[in-house]
Structure formats: C-alpha cells, structure tokens
C-alpha cells in the first residue's frame, strides 16, 4: 500500500496522547487538597528538575479554527490582575514544597504570550526566578503570534534568557487567511523569523494547519513552498479538527468550502513529501524537524520525550502548570486548573491554587503511558526494558494488542520481533494510531471528542 492509501487508512479520530489516560478520562473530584497534598508529597525533598508551563490566555482577535483556552480582548489593563494570580500561584505551588526544586525547562503558552508587555513579561519571569533555580542548558520557550509581537518584546525574552520560540503561521494564502480571521503575510512572518534568528533564538518552529476552509492543494502547495524557503528548524502541521459542538466560533467557517477527505489526505501527503525531499525529517505524527535540529538528534539518541507541550528534549520528572486551563503532573497524577480566567483569578486569590479535576494513575495506567511514551518517542519498545520496569512478561500480558499490531506489521509500519515492537520511517506519521491499540480506554472513539490522527 502506498503513503496515499495508507493515510486514508488510518485517518481516524484518536487522541494526541500528550497524556495518559488522556483528558476525557480525567474526574472533577480531584480538586484543590488533591493537589496540595500530592505537591507536599512529591516535593518533600529535592528532585530531579522539574518542568513549568505558564498558560497566558489573551488575544487581541479570534481566528475562527482556533481550539485553545483563550479569552479575546482588546484591554490590555486584562493581564495585570491575572499576573498576579499568576505570581500568587507559583508562590503557592513553591511554598507548599518543603525545597527548592530546579526547572529543566520553561514553556509559556496561550492565547498570547505576548499580550503582555514587556514589563509584565520581566516581572513574570523574575517571578519564576525567585521560587525556582533554573538548570544549566534549560530549555525555555515561548509561542509567539507574529502580528502582534514586537522587536522589543523578543529581545526582552532573549536576554530574560528564553531560547526557544514557536511562530503560529497556519497557511500563507490570502483567501485562507480572511476566511479565518488571520491576516499574516509572508513578509511580516519572515521578518519576524529573521529577528529570532538574529537575536539568538533556537529550534525554531512554525504551525501550520491543514483542513482550513477554502484550502486546496494548490494554494497549500505554495505555503509549503514558501515554507520550506524559510527554512524554519521545525514545522508542525496540525489537522484543523472542526469541533462546532465543543468550540461553537468555529461555526463561522461553515459559510466556506472546506477541503474534502481527500483532499485533506492530498495535502497532507505532499507535504510529507516535500519536507523530508527537502531537508526535513518525520519526528512523529505531524511533527518535522531539519536533520541538523536537536528534536530529530534526540531520536537518535533515545533522548525525545513527549509532554503536553509536544515534543521536548527537555524531561522533567514533573510538570507544574500555572494559570487558566494549565494542566500539571506531579507523582503520577494529572491536575487541571479551571479554564475561565476570571474564576482562575478569583480561586487563586481565595485558595491560593485552582485546580478543578486530574487523575490518579492506575497501575495499568502506568504501565500502558510508558509503553505510549517508548513508542512516540523512541519509537522502539523492548520487551526487556518493560521486564526491567514492571517485572512482568510483555507478550503474554499484551497478547491481544500485539495481535492488533499485525496489519500495521505487514503494511511495513513497524516490525514485531523476538524482543522489541520498532516503528520504521514511514511509521511514524502512524504513531497515533499505534499508541490507540494500548489505550484501555479508547473502546469508542468518538468524533466529537477527538481530532482526526491524520
Ligand atoms: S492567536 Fe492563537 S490562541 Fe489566539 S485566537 Fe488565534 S490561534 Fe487562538
């Protein structure tokens, strides 16, 4: 079966597994004690470094196939009282450690990071100075809206010490762009990546999206085009999930011709082709990397993890998550923080945290996260290494989903031998679909849970 017939194969709705169980599964009872007392718990002495992530949720406009926590406004006053939440949060999260833990890596997400200004950026970051020690060769990143974001702001980050910078682009075309509410040129995206570069920025990378309204194969191909002459060091190219019943601004698009299945499956497959004809290699699922960039070495390595960020070089052996929507894991739990800012505020300023639901992690559940994380992110599963770690034998405890495996083996997706499950090359833009056969959870996938893995 070619690359063509296989993705319409395994086009199907599935998880991202940037956790697991993934958040469907999660409960609401887990709240506010749970998470204290496991932060006591965990952080009774000093660990492994840790990671952080920071949720900032403003944007000036909405662009209609947006799926993230965000809150639109245009005022600015916004972000003060919500810093100090903020800041009031990670003096809360810190104080209930009995010591200081060390960051390994920093991601500040959103909305729009940059919504704040530049003096909200330096108070923030000091903040996280104060309460945290920050590893050697830490990675600390931030995503950047490139119409809104500023020279000034950039260098501010870089000499805060930020080294790692995400540019939401999504498609070039002119007709795309006004169909959802995004007007970037080229131009203006360029000269952004060009700043970064200048001033020092790292592992640089550009989302794009397919699936968007009035896209069709020629005009992503010149975005692909125009992409690819940029030379970012990593691209991801993210399936646009229209979920109207989760997200009802999405409805707005429906005015608009949407690319079909086909020709979604069309597009997706010339860009695979022409990011690893031109220089790019396949990190996993939708990800791609230049040969010569850290995410594509740390394969190589064995070193790749996978966090609700994405893809990292980073590992923490924990995650705190600060603001709305942020979710964290600490000691094998999982904990959200409530999704609507000025709640988020009010929670933090009353109880110091805000954490609405999380999981605690079944035995079965550990078991099965790490066998997703070997797969996404190593994309080799040694029966040893699980004998190793859970004392049991592989094959007869998951006689059933090796059975499953067998159509992804003879398709020439990954290869079952004597000791270890390996995904080749071409397997991993499959990745989603093999971790599927190991989610106990996933008996019904449904469509309006999940975006489509391809
Ligand atoms: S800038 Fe990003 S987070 Fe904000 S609305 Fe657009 S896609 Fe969503």
Redesign the pocket.
């Known amino acids: 079966m070619g690359l063509k017939e296989l993705i319409k194969k395994y086009s199907t709705s599935g998880p991202r597994y940037t956790s697991y169980p993934t958040a469907p599964q999660w409960v609401e009872t887990l709240e506010i004690d749970s998470y204290r007392e496991q932060l006591k718990k965990i952080f009774s002495e000093k660990t492994e470094p840790i990671s952080l992530y920071i949720h900032i949720p403003f944007?000036e406009a909405?662009?209609y196939y947006?799926g993230?926590n965000?809150q639109i406004t245009k005022d600015h006053s916004r972000s003060r009282s919500y810093l100090q939440a903020l800041i009031q949060e990670l003096k809360t999260v810190t104080g209930v450690m009995k010591t200081r833990q060390t960051l390994s890596q920093i991601s500040w997400g959103?909305?729009?990071p940059t919504f704040m200004t530049c003096k909200e950026i330096e108070t923030l970051h000091q903040a996280t100075l104060e309460v945290f020690d920050i590893a050697e060769g830490a990675e600390v990143s931030i995503e950047i809206?490139p119409r809104v974001t500023t020279r000034e702001q950039l260098s501010t980050l870089r000499r805060l010490g930020f080294n790692r910078v995400s540019l939401?682009v999504q498609d070039f075309n002119e007709a795309v762009q006004k169909a959802v509410n995004?007007i970037q040129s080229v131009e203006l995206t360029c000269e952004m990546l060009n700043y970064c570069r200048e001033v020092g920025f790292q592992g640089i990378n550009f989302d794009l999206m397919y699936g968007l309204p009035l896209q069709t194969r020629d005009s992503f191909h010149k975005t692909l085009e125009q992409v690819i002459s940029l030379r970012p060091d990593r691209i991801a190219l993210y399936n646009y999930a229209h979920l109207p019943s989760l997200r009802p601004h999405q409805k707005i698009m429906d005015q608009f011709e949407m690319p079909d299945i086909h020709d979604r499956l069309a597009i997706f497959t010339e860009a695979y082709q022409e990011f690893t004809q031109n220089g790019y290699r396949s990190i996993g699922m939708d990800h791609f990397a230049l040969e010569t960039d850290e995410l594509f070495l740390a394969i190589e390595k064995e070193t790749l993890y996978r966090n609700f960020m994405g893809y990292t070089v980073k590992r923490g052996s924990a995650m705190i998550g600060i603001g709305a929507s942020a979710i964290g894991e600490v000691g094998g739990s999982y904990f959200q923080n409530i999704r609507e800012a000025k709640i988020y505020e009010e929670s933090v300023v009353s109880q110091g945290l805000a954490s609405f639901r999380g999981c605690l992690l079944t035995q079965d559940d550990e078991e099965r996260k790490w066998i997703i994380q070997q797969l996404m992110c190593k994309f080799i599963l040694r029966f040893s290494d699980y004998k190793a770690l859970f004392g049991k034998d592989f094959k007869s405890q998951f006689e059933k989903e090796l059975k499953d495996l067998s159509d992804f083996s003879s398709e020439g997706i990954l290869t079952v031998s004597f000791e270890a499950i390996s995904i080749s090359d071409l397997g991993r833009v499959f990745i989603r679909n093999i971790a599927m056969v190991f989610d106990a959870y996933l008996t019904v996938p449904t469509k309006a849970t999940y975006s489509k893995t391809l």
């Open positions: 944007c909405l662009c947006c993230c965000i959103g909305g729009t809206d939401g995004r």
